[in-house]
């Protein structure tokens, strides 16, 4: 049987589901290495992603905001960030990239009314992307947002973030987001003077439609919401090598 | 100091707190306040006016507060907030929201929120507190010990009840109701029974004059939550094209819903800008559908438009108009006639170096802010809303930790970058004039990084404590 053929089919079938497979868009990471990773050479829009931090991540969710930060920068329009109770620090989201008048915070108070104004967010259409910081996400309210966000092309990043570390186990849980990420933080590159380094950190893509697990370490995002690979300097140290799929091996 | 005639006696009819703290009482003769105070200053009770002042104020709140208002002469307005708290954010919310209003416009006041009419006359008039807030329930019990004045009953009655030893509602309420009735007619049963709740009491409404409202009778009353949204369908239709004829926007609309058991439920639903838009009216007063309780059926549904605001005829999007920043109006007032409008906001710059001083929260659509936070610095991703005591180990006077314990896990520091000296506010309080904070920007070995200070600047005691505090963790 020829491509061709299958091609059709597939075309078909994506017609009768009712998503046009062939032309979701993306939004490229502008990193080589993850862009070829995932399928169509992007994170899709028009889809539910959820992002967590690694260790101490897990609960103040501090990566991972600035990682969904530098994703949604990117985008056009604004954005809608709900929130349970406010603990971000506008000035930090405005240096990824994400000036103040674009953001549009909902303080919903409990965790039920976060997931009501995410998925009225996700259904709107007008919006760059939208962001909400969750503990629990089911497999049925996932489908849901999932189901509002493709209507709308939206790009809807869910950040999963506990009270408590032992809570965090929640994150094997299937649900039906497209991408599911891991963020944690890596020792930054000694400086040749005393001070602290760009920060790293190690973005681990757990969970892909259409891709296998990968992890990938990048420089933290600069003032534009990109990340990127680690900038060849010849006074590299070794151990940066040592991980089997890292980006740069 | 205000004055009435009563019969052949000139006495005290209002006064202020100046003479109230001098010993003046209300009912007091005038020729006795004039001889106990020289220079008192005396004017006639204006019956009339005060009458009409009190209406125009129930006017007012009836636009910004609720869509049922009564006045509740002679010295108070009543609210019935059902249909509208969920627009302020919460019973509590409205509460100091009436107050901080009446105080902008220069009016003293004092407000309770209760079950009843009766209960929140009382609690508003005889509790010490200018702000209560009763829990649905709790009324009847808060009200026993109010003076038996609070009860709405006719001047004659009480006294004669004082006369008999009855002091407060409590030993009215324990007191046979036969023989009261007996005595005093049913005036006494009547006022207990509508401050319990056990009979209901209508409000009223004032009405505004010449505002824009439709309404739609039934013959036979209706109940289905479908009947009713088919309902409000047709009748935000009518609404849009009266507003549209007068070149007008809603931006408070209320939906009164007249039950057969002359009940009125109501539902209000506020938008930030003008709106003429049949679909978007329609879903924010259907999405409150199930707030409305139908009882036995509803009779009647108006609908009116109580804050409307010129607005130009609509112009369509022209494919030439950069398409990037959409209009997110309908999402931001859906949102916040759920959540309430607190709940939606941006931040904004404010000038100072401060780190939780350096934002505001301003309304969703307010003008966008010129300015941006200096990017000089990294900034923490998240900030606590306290910043918490860590022990340290550093080297004075300018010097990182070299580790620190924060909620009880010890963290050696490996790289640190400072010290960045913010100083204190001295504009804004004395306590601040000398007052110094040295921040770094630490990184431990697991590559964690946090924000962290010492409150003075390692030298003077007088800038501070020496303290170390963790104030927010980077990303």
Redesign the interface.
């Known amino acids: 049987m020829d491509n061709a053929v299958i091609a059709d089919l597939r075309e078909k079938i994506g017609r009768l589901e009712g998503r046009p497979a062939s032309q979701r868009a993306v939004l490229p990471f502008g990193v080589d290495v993850i862009d070829r990773h995932l399928p169509g050479g992007g994170l899709a829009l028009g889809a539910l992603h959820e992002v967590a931090g690694g260790?101490?991540?897990a609960i103040?969710?501090?990566?991972?905001?600035?990682?969904a930060a530098g994703i949604v920068a990117r985008t056009?329009?604004?954005v809608?960030w709900c929130v349970t109770r406010q603990?971000?620090?506008?000035?930090?989201?405005?240096?990824v990239g994400l000036?103040?008048?674009r953001?549009?915070?909902?303080?919903?108070?409990d965790e039920r009314?976060v997931l009501?104004?995410f998925e009225?967010?996700m259904r709107?259409g007008?919006?760059g992307g939208i962001v909400a910081e969750v503990a629990k996400l089911t497999m049925t309210a996932s489908r849901r947002l999932q189901l509002a966000a493709e209507t709308s092309g939206a790009v809807g990043i869910a950040i999963r973030r506990w009270r408590r570390q032992t809570e965090a186990a929640d994150f094997g849980q299937p649900t039906a987001a497209v991408t599911r990420w891991r963020v944690s933080?890596?020792?930054?590159r000694?400086?040749p003077v005393?001070?602290?380094?760009r920060?790293?950190w190690q973005v681990e893509l757990i969970r892909c439609r259409g891709a296998e697990a990968a992890d990938f370490e990048v420089e933290?995002c600069d003032?534009t919401g990109r990340i990127s690979l680690f900038s060849d300097l010849p006074d590299r140290p070794l151990s940066t090598r040592s991980r089997k799929r890292s980006a740069v091996g | 100091m205000l004055v009435t005639r009563r019969g052949n006696r000139r006495e005290i009819a209002a006064l202020d707190y100046a003479a109230m703290s001098v010993g003046l009482r209300k009912g007091m003769p005038v020729s006795k306040a004039q001889a106990m105070i020289k220079s008192l200053h005396v004017a006639d009770l204006d019956a009339a006016g005060d009458r009409e002042a009190i209406n125009r104020l129930a006017l007012w709140a009836l636009q910004r507060f609720s869509p049922l208002v009564a006045a509740d002469h002679p010295d108070g307005i009543v609210m019935d907030i059902a249909g509208a708290d969920h627009l302020h954010g919460g019973e509590e919310m409205v509460l100091e929201k009436i107050l901080s209003q009446f105080k902008a416009a220069d009016l003293l006041g004092k407000a309770a929120l209760a079950d009843t009419w009766g209960q929140a006359h009382a609690l508003a008039r005889y509790h010490k507190h200018p702000a209560v807030l009763v829990e649905p329930g709790q009324g009847a019990t808060v009200i026993q010990d109010l003076p038996l004045t609070a009860l709405r009953l006719p001047a004659a009655i009480v006294t004669a009840l004082r006369g008999l030893g009855f002091e407060t509602i409590k030993d009215l309420t324990a007191a046979p109701r036969a023989t009261l009735t007996l005595r005093f007619g049913p005036e006494i049963g009547r006022r207990i029974d509508q401050a319990l709740g056990i009979v209901g009491e209508p409000i009223e409404p004032v009405e505004l004059p010449e505002v824009i409202e439709v309404a739609r009778p039934f013959g036979e009353p209706i109940g289905a939550a479908d009947t009713i949204a088919r309902y409000i369908a047709q009748l935000v239709e009518r609404l849009v094209g009266d507003l549209e004829r007068k070149g007008l926007g809603a931006k408070r609309v209320d939906l009164l819903a007249y039950r057969v058991d002359n009940t009125t439920t109501t539902v209000r639903v506020g938008t930030a800008l003008p709106i003429r838009d049949t679909k978007r009216l329609t879903r924010l007063l259907t999405d409150k559908i199930e707030t409305i309780d139908p009882g036995f059926g509803i009779e009647q549904l108006r609908l009116r438009a109580v804050q409307a605001e010129p607005l130009d005829p609509a112009q369509l999007i022209n494919s030439l108009v950069d398409g990037d920043d959409q209009d997110v109006s309908a999402l931001i007032d859906l949102l916040s006639n759920r959540m309430g409008q607190g709940a939606l906001y941006r931040f904004a710059p404010v000038a100072s170096d401060i780190p939780e001083r350096s934002f505001q929260k301003v309304a969703p659509l307010s003008l966008e802010t010129v300015s941006e936070w200096p990017s000089k610095w990294p900034r923490p991703t998240r900030l606590l809303p306290y910043p918490e005591p860590i022990d340290t180990m550093a080297l004075l006077p300018d010097h990182p930790p070299v580790w620190f314990t924060w909620r009880g896990v010890r963290r050696r520091i490996k790289a640190a970058d400072g010290p960045e000296r913010i100083f204190g506010e001295w504009w804004k309080t004395d306590a601040e004039i000398s007052a110094v904070r040295d921040y770094f920007r630490v990184e431990d070995e697991a590559g964690e990084r946090y924000w962290i200070y010492r409150a003075g600047d390692g030298e003077d005691p007088n800038t501070g404590s020496h303290k170390w505090y963790l104030h927010g963790v980077f990303g």
């Open positions: 260790g101490n991540g103040d969710g501090a990566a991972a905001a600035l990682f056009k329009g604004k809608l603990d971000l620090f506008a000035p930090a989201i405005a240096q000036g103040a008048n953001v549009i915070y909902v303080e919903a108070g009314s009501e104004a009225e967010g709107y007008g919006l933080t890596l020792p930054s000694p400086l005393p001070g602290v380094g920060g790293r933290a003032g």
